[in-house]
């Protein structure tokens, strides 16, 4: 798979799923070297597995491997047909005013995605103060200052 699309370690990622093509495949995984020197026979060594009398741990069964896999199909298809938001600044003018004013730090994502008001920002009705609960804050009249931590910084 495609290293870019998101595919490792997203959501609806399934290692078993993602590793195996087949359920075959994945009981072939679980058979060793002397399980084949004495058994002679895959099919005989597929069977043992899947009745969990041979492997390595745990044992998925084959409808539960299918559903597995259907589910990690439709989840990356999710991911590539997954359309990018519209900006909430998009199709405004925003020269001459810029977002950041006065002191503390912003995370803007985290910001973003958390102040449903972001609209008013870029239509130019509210001012982006920083507030108690961005990375730092600090109000001059009462001296109070804070510093918390957020998805993108600690």
Do not use: C
Not at 106 to 135: C, G, N, V, W
């Amino acid at each position: 798979m495609d290293e870019d699309d998101g595919s490792k370690n997203g959501p609806g990622y399934d290692p078993v799923a993602e590793e195996f093509a087949t359920y075959e495949e994945y009981l072939d995984s679980q058979i060793t070297g002397t399980d084949m020197y004495y058994l002679e026979d895959v099919e005989l060594a597929r069977h043992l597995v899947e009745l969990g009398i041979r492997g390595n741990g745990e044992v998925i069964r084959r409808e539960e491997f299918e559903q597995r896999k259907a589910a990690a199909v439709a989840a990356h298809q999710a991911r590539l047909n997954k359309k990018p938001q519209k900006l909430a600044s998009q199709g405004k003018l925003l020269d001459g005013y810029p977002l950041l004013q006065v002191s503390g730090y912003i995370d803007y994502a985290h910001r973003l995605k958390t102040d449903s008001s972001m609209e008013a920002y870029f239509e130019r009705s509210k001012r982006l103060m920083p507030q108690h609960t961005d990375l730092s804050f600090y109000n001059w009249e009462t001296h109070l200052s804070t510093s918390n931590p957020t998805p993108n910084f600690q």
